[in-house]
């Protein structure tokens, strides 16, 4: 696997950096973010590319994953630490270079947060 993190400074009352740890494989990316500074929270947002302009992808948001089929192509969303955090589809539709993509949310009160997304070829 390739391994490789980025740090990020933020000039924040409550965030002083943002450090995203990658570790990519052709099967996933398992990614870890964490702030440092006095915040408490942390909001991951991916974003679900709802519509090609051509083809609508069905969207499928549950307690611990997000998953998003088009054609014979998955890709899902999942949070492993912390534990419990959900998932929610935020309604907002944003059109962007390749079509219409609405942001799924998950909150978690922590300064580190772990998820992967996983790609799937449909039978």
Do not use: C, M, W
Request: glycine share 6%.
């Amino acid at each position: 696997s390739d391994l490789f993190s980025v740090r990020y400074p933020i000039p924040s009352t409550n965030v002083q950096s943002v450090t995203e740890t990658y570790d990519l494989t052709p099967q996933r990316a398992h990614i870890a973010t964490e702030t440092i500074g006095t915040a408490t929270e942390l909001r991951v947002r991916f974003p679900a590319l709802v519509f090609t302009g051509v083809r609508a992808s069905t969207l499928k948001v549950e307690t611990n994953s997000a998953s998003l089929t088009l054609g014979r192509s998955r890709e899902t969303f999942s949070v492993i630490e912390p534990a419990g955090a959900t998932r929610r589809r935020s309604g907002d539709i944003q059109s962007g270079r390749n079509g219409f993509f609405e942001v799924i949310e998950t909150e978690v009160r922590t300064n580190r947060v772990i998820y992967t997304l996983t790609p799937e070829l449909l039978p």
